[in-house]
């Protein structure tokens, strides 16, 4: 059925499309657009008088929605705007700021055609975040926000909401080799200030803000030019304008890297002081965010201190070259484990040395990696030496470096479905107690100070419990330990287990181990249900058929849904026996849990009717850890027991495989 709907639809959307009914979807004709009209790009923004019915064509770079937004130079500008495809109109509005949006198509030709009255500016944006008028990137007022100009020809837009009123300076410092301009427009869309340019191509501009009015700052660079730059918003009460900027030195020399304090005063006495300060050369020497000079390589700049209005003063910056005489890491010897990363922290002597060039080289990238910084990643067990080298006088530092085998990881999910809808199944009292109780048991154990991350997910549909799988278990590792704890209603049928989630929806025994398989490392499953040694093929036998069970067997045997080295299972009954529950309290429901849960629990430690920490009674041998096989055959003698005390009952418990000592549960390191 869904195959037949998916192809219904896909049928629909090319008729649609075949026809032209979908919006914004067109085909070119390759028609040149009317003649006179202005070749402008996306993002533009031009400058026109509406009185001379202007027109201009365009070419999208992306399929996207896209704005045609209109900014008034005087009181009463307005204009009626149409894009057009081969003479044909496809979207039209008129008005003021944004007059129409539609989708447009890469690479396709269009023509905007307007008309009306005054002067304006107009702009075609892509309508997504920080892209457009209308949705633009919302910053505090008096904040810096560092954005990237990925593609050229892109223009980013700011709003601000000032949260009092004064005197402001808002700059765009390049991070990178772009030189940005800014726009300042009011709520109205009317043009406050434009930026002027600075020596190192940062954009500045001074400005007024009136405290709850919104401003938009529209950034843009060069029609080639692709960088980060840095946006920042000085602020002051104080407006009143100054005359002059002084610095505390118009010449400066710097040694290497070193760093000099460079103090701007606004003049006269009690003007604004903002005053933003500009290298035209960041490579050569750096003014930091609080106004600090670094030097950063040998040469010559220019630092000028705009003030708010326009006053400037400048000073000469002069780096000088200073040799590295060496090199130190922060360790001469490093202990690490698989999977752990460290900085090396390279410090060169001096410290203001010029060059800062540095390669790190290991000798066995199977133990350990390194990147240009210095950041080592243990990767393999081992041993290998990493060797920092200088670009300056080729001078090396050494640091040896020991990789252990990660600590194995525990983590578990327990899952109980009880609370059936009543359309599924009965419920299943003592589901919740089993896993709460198994939690506590977990809780108790220590691999030489390890202990099991435990997640728990009760009374949940097929999707969550697989997102839950997937969740717990993502950071597992090949050394790490994954227990999974399954106790709800399950039948086997057809070949294979399944289990019945409260809700109805089911879940395979090859749906399990398809998620179970992509899990790193061992994997433990304890299955409390009806069937549930269908997972490891085992079916019981003429010894085993006692009152009460075969109710949940159906059909012919399967082959196992689990097997292999990564796998270690318990389950609590064999595909054709069911899984019981009991009770030992007055009140059946309330001390009901299974007889698993119950059967588990003296073996690895926890008393379920007393909620305390019990005996290990399945540690044969008393070194505090118990193998698979041990859990098994306990579990098997305590589960025989507890069915006796009941009546004439089966319910086998099977492991997988068998005689294994792998160790499951322990008390060890504490």
Same mark, same amino acid.
Request: overall charge negative; proline content about 3%.
């Given at each position: 059925?869904?195959?037949?709907?998916?192809?219904?639809?896909?049928?629909?959307?090319?008729?649609?499309?075949?026809?032209?009914?979908?919006?914004?979807?067109?085909?070119?004709?390759?028609?040149?657009?009317?003649?006179?009209?202005?070749?402008?790009?996306?993002?533009?923004?031009?400058?026109?008088?509406?009185?001379?019915?202007?027109?201009?064509?365009?070419?999208?770079?992306?399929?996207?929605?896209?704005?045609?937004?209109?900014?008034?130079?005087?009181?009463?500008?307005?204009?009626?705007?149409?894009?057009?495809?081969?003479?044909?109109?496809?979207?039209?509005?008129?008005?003021?700021?944004?007059?129409?949006?539609?989708?447009?198509?890469?690479?396709?030709?269009?023509?905007?055609?307007?008309? =009306?009255?005054?002067?304006?500016?107009?702009?075609?944006?892509?309508?997504?975040?920080?892209?457009?008028?209308?949705?633009?990137?919302?910053?505090?007022?008096?904040?810096?926000?560092?954005?990237?100009?990925?593609?050229?020809?892109?223009?980013?837009?700011?709003?601000?909401?000032?949260?009092?009123?004064?005197?402001?300076?808002?700059?765009?410092?390049?991070?990178?080799?772009?030189?940005?301009?800014?726009?300042?427009?009011?709520?109205?869309?009317?043009?406050?200030?434009?930026?002027?340019?600075?020596?190192?191509?940062?954009?500045?501009?001074?400005?007024?803000?009136?405290?709850?009015?919104?401003?938009?700052?529209?950034?843009?660079?060069?029609?080639?030019?692709?960088?980060?730059?840095?946006?920042?918003?000085?602020?002051?009460?104080?407006?009143?304008?100054?005359?002059?900027?002084?610095?505390?030195?118009?010449?400066?020399?710097?040694?290497?890297?070193?760093?000099?304090?460079?103090?701007?005063?606004? $003049?006269?006495?009690?003007?604004?002081?903002?005053?933003?300060?500009?290298?035209?050369?960041?490579?050569?020497?750096?003014?930091?965010?609080?106004?600090?000079?670094?030097?950063?390589?040998?040469?010559?700049?220019?630092?000028?201190?705009?003030?708010?209005?326009?006053?400037?003063?400048?000073?000469?910056?002069?780096?000088?070259?200073?040799? /590295?005489?060496?090199?130190?890491?922060?360790?001469?010897?490093?202990?690490?484990?698989?999977?752990?990363?460290?900085?090396?922290?390279?410090?060169?002597?001096?410290?203001?040395?010029?060059?800062?060039?540095?390669?790190?080289?290991?000798?066995?990238?199977?133990?350990?990696?390194?990147?240009?910084?210095?950041?080592?990643?243990?990767?393999?067990?081992?041993?290998?030496?990493?060797?920092?080298?200088?670009?300056?006088?080729?001078?090396?530092?050494?640091?040896? /470096?020991?990789?252990?085998?990660?600590?194995?990881?525990?983590?578990?999910?327990?899952?109980?479905?009880?609370?059936?809808?009543?359309?599924?199944?009965?419920?299943?009292?003592?589901?919740?107690?089993?896993?709460?109780?198994?939690?506590?048991?977990?809780?108790?154990?220590?691999?030489?100070?390890?202990?099991?991350?435990?997640?728990?997910?009760?009374?949940?549909?097929?999707?969550?419990?697989?997102?839950?799988?997937?969740?717990?278990?993502?950071?597992?590792?090949?050394?790490?330990?994954?227990?999974?704890?399954?106790?709800?209603?399950?039948?086997?049928?057809?070949?294979?287990?399944?289990?019945?989630?409260?809700?109805?929806?089911?879940?395979?025994?090859?749906?399990?181990?398809?998620?179970?398989?992509?899990?790193?490392?061992?994997?433990?499953?304890?299955?409390?249900?009806?069937?549930?040694?269908?997972?490891?093929?085992?079916? =019981?036998?003429?010894?085993?058929?006692?009152?009460?069970?075969?109710?949940?067997?159906?059909?012919?045997?399967?082959?196992?849904?689990?097997?292999?080295?990564?796998?270690?299972?318990?389950?609590?009954?064999? $595909?054709?026996?069911?899984?019981?529950?009991?009770?030992?309290?007055?009140?059946?429901?309330?001390?009901?849990?299974?007889?698993?849960?119950?059967?588990?629990?003296?073996?690895?430690?926890?008393?379920?009717?007393?909620? /305390?920490?019990?005996?290990?009674?399945?540690?044969?041998?008393?070194?505090?850890?118990?193998?698979?096989?041990?859990? =098994?055959?306990?579990?098997?003698?305590?589960?025989?027991?507890?069915?006796?005390?009941?009546?004439?009952?089966?319910?086998?418990?099977?492991?997988?495989?068998?005689?294994?000592?792998?160790?499951?549960?322990?008390?060890?390191?504490?």
């Amino acid at each position: 059925m869904t195959k037949v709907l998916r192809r219904l639809f896909l049928g629909a959307l090319l008729l649609l499309i075949a026809s032209g009914v979908l919006s914004g979807v067109f085909v070119a004709s390759g028609e040149s657009p009317s003649q006179g009209a202005q070749v402008i790009s996306v993002g533009a923004l031009t400058q026109v008088s509406l009185g001379d019915a202007p027109a201009f064509s365009f070419t999208p770079s992306a399929n996207a929605q896209y704005g045609v937004y209109l900014f008034p130079e005087n009181e009463g500008a307005a204009a009626r705007a149409e894009i057009r495809l081969d003479g044909e109109t496809v979207a039209e509005g008129e008005g003021a700021l944004c007059l129409f949006t539609c989708r447009l198509n890469a690479g396709t030709t269009y023509e905007l055609v307007l008309s =009306g009255s005054g002067a304006a500016r107009v702009e075609i944006a892509r309508e997504t975040l920080s892209r457009s008028w209308s949705m633009p990137l919302e910053i505090e007022d008096g904040d810096s926000y560092s954005k990237m100009i990925a593609r050229a020809g892109d223009v980013h837009w700011y709003a601000i909401d000032a949260a009092r009123s004064g005197a402001a300076i808002l700059a765009a410092a390049p991070e990178d080799a772009i030189a940005p301009q800014l726009w300042l427009f009011d709520a109205n869309g009317r043009l406050l200030a434009e930026s002027e340019a600075l020596a190192s191509g940062s954009g500045v501009l001074s400005a007024q803000f009136t405290s709850g009015e919104r401003y938009y700052v529209r950034v843009a660079a060069g029609p080639d030019e692709t960088g980060s730059y840095l946006l920042s918003c000085l602020r002051s009460a104080v407006t009143d304008l100054p005359e002059s900027v002084r610095l505390s030195a118009s010449e400066l020399t710097l040694e290497g890297r070193s760093s000099a304090s460079l103090i701007a005063e606004t $003049l006269p006495a009690g003007v604004c002081p903002l005053v933003f300060l500009d290298s035209s050369d960041p490579t050569v020497a750096a003014v930091l965010p609080d106004g600090t000079l670094q030097g950063r390589q040998s040469g010559a700049a220019t630092v000028t201190a705009y003030a708010y209005g326009g006053a400037r003063a400048t000073c000469t910056v002069t780096v000088t070259e200073v040799a /590295v005489e060496g090199i130190a890491l922060a360790f001469d010897s490093l202990a690490m484990e698989v999977g752990d990363t460290a900085s090396l922290s390279p410090q060169l002597i001096p410290e203001n040395a010029t060059n800062r060039g540095l390669t790190f080289i290991t000798e066995d990238e199977s133990v350990v990696t390194v990147d240009r910084r210095g950041r080592i990643t243990a990767v393999g067990e081992g041993s290998a030496r990493v060797v920092a080298v200088t670009a300056d006088g080729g001078m090396t530092d050494v640091v040896f /470096v020991t990789v252990d085998p990660a600590p194995r990881r525990y983590r578990a999910l327990l899952i109980g479905e009880q609370n059936y809808a009543s359309t599924v199944d009965e419920l299943r009292p003592g589901s919740i107690r089993s896993v709460n109780s198994i939690k506590s048991l977990l809780e108790t154990a220590s691999f030489d100070g390890e202990s099991f991350s435990i997640s728990t997910l009760l009374d949940a549909p097929r999707d969550d419990v697989v997102a839950a799988i997937r969740s717990a278990f993502a950071d597992a590792a090949e050394t790490d330990l994954s227990l999974v704890y399954i106790t709800c209603h399950g039948f086997y049928r057809a070949g294979m287990t399944f289990f019945v989630m409260s809700d109805g929806s089911v879940l395979s025994a090859s749906d399990l181990e398809r998620e179970l398989r992509a899990i790193p490392g061992e994997i433990v499953l304890l299955i409390d249900c009806c069937g549930s040694g269908g997972l490891i093929g085992e079916a =019981g036998s003429a010894d085993d058929l006692l009152d009460g069970i075969t109710s949940v067997f159906q059909g012919t045997v399967g082959p196992a849904s689990v097997r292999g080295s990564k796998y270690r299972v318990v389950a609590s009954a064999l $595909l054709d026996q069911d899984s019981y529950r009991i009770s030992f309290s007055d009140d059946g429901d309330e001390g009901m849990a299974t007889v698993f849960a119950r059967a588990l629990c003296d073996a690895a430690g926890w008393s379920i009717d007393r909620g /305390v920490q019990s005996a290990m009674n399945a540690d044969a041998n008393y070194d505090g850890q118990i193998t698979l096989d041990e859990l =098994g055959a306990y579990m098997e003698r305590r589960v025989s027991w507890y069915l006796n005390l009941a009546g004439n009952y089966a319910q086998n418990v099977r492991v997988y495989p068998e005689g294994d000592d792998s160790v499951l549960f322990a008390r060890t390191g504490e």
